[in-house]
């Protein structure tokens, strides 16, 4: 299986290399990609450096691992809450900030992973780049797909609308600019799709 940009490699995981990405992902999001080494990743999951190394063979590709499964775990998380949500489009787009709120609640008190990862990881070449940029642009395309049902003509730029609203709302939550940001968002999106 080769690398591309959008499908960066992936490595099979053992028992030792899901506990080293449990302890990564929950380091890389508490504290930073960059402010968490190796070694610490290896004691919080009690593995040696060297199984890390044989398993993942560099703590790039523990960010892309990390990453990549935060990104599959969302996009199941999402879709569960979309086929709830029934045919209706403008549910389905409030379903989406439903489930980011539910999401940022359980998982991201501290924010997107992937706007974080991005304060840190801007690098087009970094192994990591093209999971953190292909999930925003999953996004959009997933808004534009349930405007066009709603308003063909202009659903591009509804699209675009609606991305920023939920964009900005993660971020605002994240640094805790204001209480239920999400939510405001929602109710924002309701009335443009109104």
């Known amino acids: 299986m080769g ?10 995981m053992t ?7 449990t302890a990564a992902a929950r380091l890389f999001y ?25 398993r993942f063979g560099s703590k790039e590709q523990i960010v892309v691992e990390y990453l990549a499964d935060r990104d599959e775990r969302w996009r199941a998380f999402l879709a569960e809450r ?8 403008r549910e389905r787009v409030l379903a989406v900030f439903d489930a980011s709120r539910a999401w940022a609640e ?7 992973s992937m706007v974080n990862a991005h304060a840190e990881i801007s690098d087009p070449a970094h192994p990591a780049h093209p999971i953190i940029t292909g999930q925003k642009q999953w996004m959009l395309a997933l808004f534009t797909r ?25 971020v605002a939550h994240g640094l805790g600019v204001f209480p239920e940001a999400i939510a405001h968002a929602r109710e924002q999106a309701r009335a443009l799709l109104a």
């Open 15 to 21: 028992p030792a290399a899901r506990r080293a990405l």
């Open 106 to 112: 359980e998982f991201s008190p501290k924010g997107c």
């Open 30 to 54: 508490e504290r930073g990609i960059h402010a968490v080494g190796v070694d610490l990743i290896a004691a919080e999951a009690e593995v040696t450096k060297k199984t890390l190394y044989d």
């Open 146 to 170: 349930l405007t066009e049902e709603i308003a063909p003509g202009t659903a591009d730029s509804t699209a675009r609308t609606l991305m920023l609203l939920h964009e900005g709302a993660l």
């Open 3 to 12: 690398t591309t940009a959008q499908n960066p490699r992936r490595i099979t």
């Open 82 to 89: 979309l086929d709830a949500a029934g045919p209706d489009p």
